[in-house]
């Protein structure tokens, strides 16, 4: 027996298992790893539609300018709503944009009503 395995067996100390050690911080990276690759996979993904204005053009259609941010190289579709002065709904539009290499579209759709509207807005946008 060796000096060193006298004093371990003397002092209760016992050789340090690095395996589990060694596994666990494999484990914690690949977690991390794939959760940043899912967060950048939404983001790239995204897509944001601002309003810039309407036009009521007469009681059964409203023209909406909007414009849309994101989904660079995507198709891209859009839900444009016109609202009536109690906010409900009197005619909506999905609008499909083709895909461009553009990163700020501006765009403008008439959408035709039932009744006359009071406002007309961009209710959603989504990669198509």
């Known amino acids: 027996m060796t000096t060193a395995q006298e004093l371990d067996e003397r002092?209760?100390?016992t050789r340090r298992r690095?395996?589990?050690?060694?596994?666990?911080?494999?484990?914690?990276?690949?977690?991390?790893?794939?959760?940043?690759?899912?967060?950048f996979m939404q983001s790239a993904n995204s897509v944001d539609a601002d309003d810039?204005?309407?036009?009521?053009?007469?009681e059964h259609s409203v023209t909406v300018r909007f414009q849309v941010t994101g989904g660079?190289?995507?198709?891209?579709?859009?839900?444009?709503e016109a609202l009536d002065e109690e906010f409900g709904i009197v005619g909506w539009r999905i609008v499909e944009i083709p895909a461009s290499d553009e990163h700020l579209q501006q765009l403008s759709t008439t959408v035709p009503t039932v009744a006359e509207a009071t406002t007309g807005l961009v209710n959603s946008c989504w990669v198509a």
């Open 52 to 58: 810039l204005g309407f036009e009521v053009a007469d």
């Open 72 to 80: 660079q190289g995507k198709d891209v579709a859009c839900a444009i």
């Open 18 to 39: 690095r395996l589990p050690w060694i596994v666990g911080i494999l484990l914690v990276i690949a977690v991390v790893g794939v959760f940043g690759w899912m967060t």
């Open 11 to 13: 002092y209760g100390r």
